[in-house]
């Protein structure tokens, strides 16, 4: 199972100063609030590490969570050499609107698509009720793809 977010924040930066510095990649065991998120949803839809890979559609960090369209399109080229990487990949849950945005482009692909809202503080205040779901959306697609824990 793909997990394709949108953008990655600022904790991803190893470049990062301050007291609390980036990882340098992506991994719900950053010290974020997202990455807790994602670890929190995870454990509880059921879904072991081993048959997971956490990306971006824009898979770099670069200063703003802003995206404009050619950003995006190159991402959409990343995503593509990522996916061609992936042999086994039977399906992808896009996370957040703008990840969304990617599903055209995956159709035809012969992919279970599934779509979730993003896991951020944001989506939480603003809707609780749609972040409460995020599990089971995602134990539902790992269900679809046979990817629950034995």
């Not at 953008?7 to 807790?36: L, Q, Y």
């Not at 879904?47 to 969570?65: E, F, M, Q, S």
């Not at 599934?114 to 009720?129: D, G, I, K, L, M």
Request: glycine content about 10%; hydrophobic content about 40%.
């Amino acid at each position: 199972m793909l997990f394709l977010l949108e953008k990655p924040g600022p904790m991803t930066d190893s470049s990062r100063s301050g007291v609390r510095k980036g990882s340098g990649f992506i991994s719900r065991n950053n010290d974020d609030p997202t990455a807790e998120a994602t670890w929190h949803f995870m454990s509880e839809a059921g879904i072991p590490r081993r048959k997971t890979l956490i990306w971006n559609v824009i898979p770099w960090w670069n200063g703003t969570i802003d995206i404009k369209r050619d950003e995006h399109e190159q991402g959409l080229q990343a995503t593509a050499r990522l996916i061609e990487l992936l042999p086994k990949l039977r399906g992808v849950v896009l996370v957040g609107k703008k990840a969304g945005r990617a599903q055209p482009f995956l159709a035809g692909k012969g992919l279970y698509i599934a779509t979730s809202p993003h896991p951020s503080p944001q989506v939480r205040a603003a809707f609780p009720t749609m972040w409460r779901g995020i599990g089971t959306t995602w134990h539902e697609a790992a269900r679809h793809l046979g990817c629950l824990s034995d």
